[in-house]
């Protein structure tokens, strides 16, 4: 079955950086792109960054533009976020998500699978 396993989590300090990595795996991991998203406590589930399946085009939620970085091995069948200069508003448990099709959508109800989460908390 499907199963998608986030990590590289953890409590970092602001202005810090970290990679968050998704494996992939009972799939075709080439047939679909990947989102990651994020929910804080107590706020709704909100959209990092997706990518395609080739990894060709990408799209990132506005306010994380320049910050961000979302890529692919297709190789390894991972996805990663680089996330640089953090701040205390990015603490968030960060989830990636399968998507079918060719869109790269901010709407959570689109994507398929998702992972479990791993949690990023940043102190000020």
């Known amino acids: 079955q499907v199963q998608l396993v986030e990590s590289g989590g953890g409590l970092v300090q602001t202005g810090d950086s970290l990679r968050l990595s998704c494996a992939a795996s009972?799939?075709?991991?080439?047939?679909?792109?990947m989102g990651w998203f994020r929910q804080a406590p107590g706020k709704e589930r909100e959209f990092v960054a997706a990518?395609?399946?080739?990894?060709?085009?990408?799209n990132y939620a506005d306010s994380l533009k320049g910050r961000f970085t979302i890529s692919r091995d297709n190789g390894k069948n991972m996805v990663y976020l680089e996330m640089n200069s953090l701040k205390p508003e990015d603490t968030a448990v960060y989830s990636c998500?399968?998507?079918?099709?060719?869109?790269?959508?901010?709407?959570?109800?689109?994507?398929?699978?998702w992972g479990q989460g791993t949690q990023v908390t940043v102190s000020s």
């Open positions: 990518i395609t399946r080739s990894g060709d085009r990408t």
């Open positions: 998500a399968t998507k079918g099709g060719y869109r790269l959508p901010y709407d959570s109800n689109l994507y398929d699978y």
């Open positions: 009972g799939y075709t991991f080439t047939g679909y792109n």
